[in-house]
């Protein structure tokens, strides 16, 4: 019983704490998954070794070596210029919404999961559904242990009583039997003196 209890108090669940978890867990989870995809854009966009926006810069390069040769109609640089300011204006949106989306760190993503998973314990191990009835056992376990601590305290008390009541009763006994003794002793002495005129010299008294 108090093993139970110890590990009750070590986790100290509360009501409806194991939904609340989970329902954090899932923000966290969902919030760390967006800011990952949100970088993952930005890295192929404009932050990646061979991003978007590198690779139109060094395509526009290639297509001003041999723009003399290309149609006005085309168009093709001008074309270019605008994609990579549009590009360019996606990647700074994406850069702005990863600055602007508050995320949960690992470490606070491991304590909620290592909460849910203890608590999970705990309710397996106790053949129950609900962290409500984790709280209800807690409960129970302390008041049945506290009753118990205080039957051991009762019952020391009285034995401490009942050792100070048997001394004291082994003292009255002795000092009972040494006043017997003594009026024993005084009774002997009288009848003795009383024998001795009546001739009774050899008279013995032992009580």
């Known amino acids: 019983m108090e093993f139970q209890l110890q590990q009750l108090d070590e986790i100290e669940p509360k009501e409806g704490e194991l939904q609340a978890l989970e329902d954090e867990l899932e923000i966290m989870t969902s919030q760390s998954e967006l800011h990952s995809h949100v970088a993952k854009a930005i890295e192929i966009l404009s932050d ?45 949106a994406l850069a702005n919404l990863n600055s602007g989306t508050t995320t949960a760190s690992q470490a606070d993503i491991d304590f909620t999961e290592n909460r849910i998973s203890n608590l999970r314990t705990l309710i397996h191990k106790h053949s129950v559904n609900t962290d409500t009835e984790l709280v209800a056992i807690r409960k129970d376990l302390r008041s049945r242990l506290d009753a118990l601590n205080d039957s051991e305290i009762l019952l020391s008390e009285l034995e401490r009583e009942a050792r100070i009541a048997h001394k004291r009763a082994l003292d009255a006994a002795k000092e009972i039997s040494s006043c017997r003794k003594q009026a024993a002793e005084e009774f002997a002495s009288q009848l003795t003196a009383t024998a001795m005129p009546l001739g009774m010299k050899n008279l013995q008294c032992e009580i």
């Open 48 to 92: 990646g070794p061979s991003n978007i926006l590198t690779q139109l810069r060094l395509l526009k390069e290639s297509c001003s070596e041999f723009e003399t040769l290309l149609s006005t109609d085309d168009q093709i640089i001008d074309r270019l210029d605008n994609i990579t300011i549009e590009l360019q204006d996606i990647s700074d």
